[in-house]
């Protein structure tokens, strides 16, 4: 599976200014990362977490978010939460899906049930209940912009790993399928075809890492994770690239790839 490398970052975030952008797994050194950079570029960030307290000790630095608590496993939460943000802000313009998680170990016969539900909730489940509770005001919107997080377990799984790689590749294809539905609504539509202004991306990483995690392993080498800056800069440029040429692309965020 080719994968894209990702582009410098941009000087100019022209579209995100004024943007309504919710960022699914907020309460996470990366949610936080990507919530203060949309902020500091003009947009309207609706961070979503399970846990009020995680996302207020977390958050607390923003300005203007709207911090908001919801089960994203649950269809009916998230589909309450969708008419909600149509309603305070006429729809949200960006999806930044960041909710996942690690299991596995012990070969592919201790890939337990347990380990697999957690994955499958935590990486399938949540991005299939906000992308379709979300999908019709991403495709409304004038910039929709939509981004997973994936991994290069997804190009070479292994054994240990192999529900991990299983779900991110279908969370992948997800994201896919989402492109193929903006593109065919919008540029490739038969009839009054208009030009695209919707797209879905994934944006691949080895693994991620923080300024914590840097001071509490200090010996250990992090040169192949991806900084949640870097992840951060590269969402808020999502908004400054042209949808058509964006659209269904899976861009790395490995450094030196």
Same mark, same amino acid.
């Given at each position: 599976?080719?994968?894209?490398? &990702? &582009? %410098? $970052?941009?000087?100019?975030?022209?579209?995100?200014?004024?943007?309504?952008?919710?960022?699914?797994? #907020?309460?996470? $050194?990366?949610?936080?990362?990507?919530?203060?950079?949309?902020?500091?570029?003009?947009?309207?960030?609706?961070?979503?977490?399970?846990?009020?307290?995680?996302?207020?000790?977390? =958050?607390?630095?923003?300005?203007?978010?709207?911090?908001?608590?919801?089960?994203?496993?649950?269809?009916?939460?998230?589909? #309450? =939460?969708?008419?909600?943000?149509?309603?305070?802000?006429?729809?949200?313009?960006? =999806?930044?899906?960041?909710?996942?998680?690690?299991?596995?170990? %012990?070969?592919?016969? +201790?890939?337990?049930?347990?380990?697999?539900?957690?994955?499958?909730?935590?990486?399938?489940?949540?991005?299939?209940?906000?992308?379709?509770?979300?999908?019709?005001?991403? /495709?409304?919107?004038?910039?929709?912009?939509?981004?997973?997080?994936?991994?290069?377990?997804?190009?070479?799984?292994?054994?240990? +790993?192999?529900?991990? #790689? /299983?779900?991110? #590749?279908?969370?992948?294809?997800?994201?896919?399928?989402?492109?193929?539905?903006?593109?065919? /609504?919008?540029?490739?539509?038969?009839?009054? @075809?208009? @030009?695209?202004?919707? /797209?879905?991306?994934?944006?691949?990483?080895?693994?991620?890492?923080?300024?914590?995690?840097?001071? &509490?392993?200090?010996?250990?080498?992090?040169?192949?994770?991806?900084?949640?800056?870097?992840?951060?800069?590269?969402?808020?440029?999502?908004?400054?690239?042209?949808?058509?040429?964006?659209?269904?692309?899976?861009?790395?965020?490995?450094?030196?790839?």
């Amino acid at each position: 599976m080719s994968t894209e490398p &990702a &582009a %410098g $970052p941009s000087t100019e975030s022209l579209t995100v200014r004024g943007r309504t952008v919710l960022v699914a797994g #907020a309460g996470s $050194p990366s949610g936080a990362a990507v919530c203060k950079a949309l902020e500091a570029a003009g947009a309207k960030v609706v961070a979503v977490g399970r846990d009020a307290a995680r996302l207020e000790n977390t =958050l607390f630095s923003l300005f203007d978010a709207d911090l908001r608590t919801c089960d994203l496993s649950d269809p009916e939460e998230v589909s #309450a =939460l969708a008419s909600d943000l149509q309603e305070t802000y006429g729809g949200i313009d960006g =999806l930044i899906h960041l909710v996942g998680g690690w299991r596995g170990g %012990g070969g592919i016969t +201790g890939q337990s049930d347990d380990d697999w539900d957690f994955l499958e909730t935590n990486i399938l489940r949540t991005l299939r209940n906000v992308s379709r509770s979300f999908y019709d005001q991403l /495709a409304a919107s004038d910039d929709g912009r939509l981004a997973i997080v994936s991994s290069t377990a997804v190009d070479s799984p292994t054994a240990g +790993g192999a529900g991990y #790689a /299983a779900a991110k #590749a279908g969370a992948e294809a997800w994201v896919q399928a989402i492109a193929q539905g903006f593109r065919r /609504a919008q540029s490739g539509a038969k009839e009054n @075809p208009q @030009p695209q202004h919707s /797209a879905a991306v994934v944006l691949v990483v080895k693994a991620l890492v923080d300024d914590a995690m840097r001071t &509490a392993e200090p010996d250990r080498n992090f040169s192949t994770y991806t900084d949640v800056q870097a992840l951060a800069d590269a969402v808020v440029g999502l908004f400054s690239e042209d949808a058509a040429q964006l659209n269904g692309r899976r861009i790395s965020l490995v450094p030196g790839a």
